[in-house]
């Protein structure tokens, strides 16, 4: 590469970062997840190769996962930055302590970059490495640098210009480019998702249906059996969007979320999601007693299983989501020591297996994938729709069945003033489920059944109505 001239700023080179730079992904670390998910031992192995230093993991993790560039979520602001470098005549450099092979990905991926640099086997282009690295490019040149961390400064120091996406430069030729960075917080509660904790109030039906619902200290155990479940829903759905960058980033609305996007680092999400398990199950065993910390334990463990595994194979993902909202049930009558209506959990299995089997009608209705090809991170292929379609439809209807035989033994006793009013339960419930049916099949569910049903008026109308009857039937008037 020829010498560049102080005096002619359009041949100073521009060096570009890759990790939480170029793009908000950190290459290494996510191929980490990935060989996790793949292979929780292989995992452990590849962390004993940090015995002979980072350089040596980013080399067995670049062969054993090589990033794809296409589903890397670049920073639009650096592009434009680069984009200006080009049309000016300048040199553009990828440099990166990520592995050369998935540097050299990329640059090939994007075309904007002259050369790249890389780390190796045996050298670490991190901080001063780089620098040296960036020296031995291109001399003693002057050039610019686009960086997001402190181990950045070194270079920055060096600089002509020092551009930042994110901590500061600590330099007097400090250039920000795009906006300042935003605080972590918004997209941790975002990935969070507490919306999703009103599935949760499904432990207060155990509440309801035993009578109990005017004792104070059992509503106050059942308040804190939905806190504990929702604090554990938290930690895996954290663990859920890790596992699923890749898939999430090839859907056109779940791209968005905060780990996919790259607006909430992975060692953070890690961290919360860790701590987040812990406090959950420790208010079960501390505060709710040893039934109810068992039946929390059950539904992390599920959880798990799905996240990791359960979730694309295909009909034993929409039972584990069934046994899920059951299990919710279960934590219920436990914190509140009751034994669970056998009665609600079979309704509960088959009626959620329906909703189970609707989710994923509405994912399959949204491919664009051919006809037999699976979707990503799913067991299912475009030509199951109709079969998935008839099993959420036909649990739906067993699940109005129960409901009818459930009508039928209660009003054989007396633990219903007005057991009759029971009957009057499917009628709401028949109707709620052919119109979600219908509606999925004109595209007009998005998502998730249950949040879609929380936010329309006519199921929280049928919602109500539902609660209005049971009250009548318990308690008369």
């Known amino acids: ?57 980013k080399t067995r993790l670049a062969r054993l996962d090589p990033v794809d ?4 979520p670049l920073r639009a602001e650096v592009v434009d930055l680069i984009g200006e470098a080009r049309r000016e005549g300048r040199p553009v450099i990828l440099a990166s302590a990520a592995h050369r092979h998935n540097v050299g990905r990329v ?19 991190k901080s001063a490495g780089k620098l040296r690295a960036i020296r031995a490019a291109i001399g003693d040149a002057p050039f610019d640098y686009v960086g ?17 996406v994110g901590v500061p430069t600590r330099s007097a030729n400090e250039q920000r480019v795009g906006l300042s960075p935003k605080s972590p917080l918004r997209a ?24 109990h619902i005017l004792d104070f200290v059992a509503l106050g155990q059942a308040a804190l059996a939905f806190v504990s479940l929702s604090v554990i829903a938290s930690s895996v ?18 791209r968005s979320r905060p780990l996919a996007a790259g607006d909430l680092g992975i060692p953070l999400a890690l961290a919360i999601s ?53 299990i919710r049930m279960i934590v219920g009558a436990a914190a509140i020591a009751v034994a669970p209506s056998m ?22 209705d949204e491919s664009r994938n051919e006809r037999h090809q699976l979707l990503s991170g799913r067991g299912y292929v475009p030509s199951d729709k109709m079969f998935v379609a008839m099993g959420g439809v036909a649990s739906g209807m067993v699940s109005l069945l129960v409901l009818l035989l459930f009508a039928a033994e209660k009003g054989e006793g007396g633990e219903y003033a007005h057991p009759a009013l029971l009957w009057l339960l499917v009628i709401p419930l028949l109707y709620w489920l052919n119109r979600i049916w219908m509606m999925a099949g004109r595209g007009q569910v998005d998502g998730d059944p249950v949040a879609f049903a929380l936010r329309d008026r006519r199921s929280i109308v049928v919602g109500a109505l539902l609660a209005v009857i049971v009250v009548a039937a318990k308690y008369g008037g």
């Not at 560039?69 to 890397?72: D, F, K, R, S």
């Not at 640059?107 to 282009?125: E, K, P």
């Not at 997001?148 to 930042?164: G, K």
């Open 1 to 57: 590469m020829p010498s560049h001239d102080p005096a002619e700023p359009a041949k100073v080179a521009l060096i570009v970062d890759l990790d939480r730079t170029l793009t908000r992904a950190d290459v290494a670390v996510e191929s980490l997840v990935r060989l996790m998910r793949r292979s929780p031992m292989l995992f452990w192995q590849l962390l004993l190769t940090l015995l002979w230093g980072r350089a040596a993991l």
């Open 69 to 72: 560039p296409a589903l890397l």
């Open 107 to 125: 640059a090939r991926h994007l075309g904007l970059f002259d050369r790249y640099l890389g780390s190796s086997r045996r050298r670490n282009l």
């Open 343 to 364: 009665w609600l959990l079979i309704f509960s299995i088959f009626f959620f297996l329906s909703l189970g089997y609707l989710k994923r009608y509405v994912e399959l």
């Open 237 to 254: 759905y954290l663990l859920n969007d890790l596992l699923d960058i890749d898939a999430d980033r090839r859907h056109a609305r779940k």
């Open 274 to 326: 860790g701590a987040a398990a812990i406090l959950g199950l420790a208010i079960g065993w501390f505060l709710l007693g040893p039934a109810t910390f068992a039946a929390l334990a059950a539904y992390f463990a599920l959880t798990l299983a799905y996240s990791f595994r359960l979730k694309s194979a295909m009909i034993a993902d929409v039972l584990a989501l069934a046994s899920l909202y059951t």
């Open 148 to 164: 997001d961390s402190t181990a950045d400064r070194a270079i920055w120091r060096e600089a002509r210009r020092a551009y930042t």
């Open 188 to 211: 941790l509660v975002k990935a969070i998702r507490p919306h999703q904790w009103a599935k949760n109030a499904l432990v207060f039906v155990p509440l309801a249906t035993s009578g």
